[in-house]
């Protein structure tokens, strides 16, 4: 599941209950790479990502968690990368596992490419890393927060996302030893919502993953490469 607790809705009462599960991250740590050792589907979909993305370009892993393996990854491969996560505890473990990425603790939400009205300024991007990051929001805010990722992309730009395919929204579920919210959506309805928010997909793969931890369930996998569309 998830790597982080990256995003949270815009609205007041939301983020306080979902300081919570950033709480939840900073205590889970690195029990979150022996629950999940296994992350196929998320290193080829970030293969795939390299394949199409010029030499040195700016990639924003966001819900970056603990930097492995994508900001590793991403970095290995010569790109720039800024990795975001609301949870200090797994910032912490991404700064020493990453040291050459630049990672900031923040709300995914607050962010634009400029910077306004209490917004931190990001600048754009080549590519952006979503992996399980969105199933932390309500589903009501998970197209605001994909319309979001297309603004902080340059025209083209590359967006890898990944969620699990569960019709869930906003439910609580036990997660090595905590509880968290998470959101979901069928296979069709989130091809949808991706198309709506302004991507084309161009790749995608499902895989069946049983995490190593026996308190997590087994999932079903999705993993998106969309390609910003418009202006």
Known sequence: MGRSSGTYGAGGADRAD????????????????????????????????????????????????????????????????VGVDLSGGMLELARSSVPEAEFRQADLMTLSAQGSQGRDGIGQFDAVTCFFTLLMLERAAIPAALRLLRSLLRPDGLLALSMVEADLDDAEIPFLGHTIRVSGFLRDELRQVVRDAGFEITGEETYAYAPADTDVPPEHQLFLICRRTGR
């Open 18 to 81: 979902r300081s919570a599960q950033a709480a939840a991250f900073d205590a889970i740590g690195g029990r979150y790479d022996q629950a999940f050792p296994h992350k196929d589907g998320q290193l080829a979909a970030v293969e795939r990502l390299l394949a199409e993305l010029p030499p040195k370009s700016r990639v924003l892993d966001a819900g970056c968690g603990t930097g492995v393996p994508t900001a590793r990854q991403l970095v290995d491969a010569g790109h720039q990368v």
